[in-house]
């Protein structure tokens, strides 16, 4: 029972992870390195802690990106 608990996470796991690098294809971001990437990434997340605003604005640009496939 343990083995199959342990199995459901890697693949809840694995299904996140292809998730979230589908979204580096729909930013169009596929051939930047990954330092840039993380680099990016890690401004944001400071970005974001400090600035509901900025928040608000990043989530309506990649609402009106999903729209185009319906999410």
């Keep these: 029972m343990a083995r199959s608990a342990?199995?459901?996470?890697?693949?809840?796991?694995?299904?996140?992870?292809?998730?979230?690098?589908?979204?580096?294809?729909?930013?169009?971001?596929?051939?930047?390195?990954?330092?840039?990437?993380?680099?990016?990434?890690?401004?944001l997340r400071e970005r974001l802690s400090s600035d509901d605003g900025e928040r608000t604005r990043l989530a309506a640009i990649g609402a009106e990106a999903f729209g185009d496939e319906g999410d």
């Excluded at 996470?9 to 990954?34: Q, Y």
Aim: aromatic content about 2%; proline content about 0%; charged content about 40%.
């Design 6 to 43: 342990t199995t459901d996470a890697r693949k809840k796991d694995t299904r996140e992870k292809i998730e979230l690098g589908g979204l580096i294809v729909k930013a169009g971001l596929r051939f930047e390195k990954r330092a840039t990437l993380l680099g990016a990434l890690i401004e």
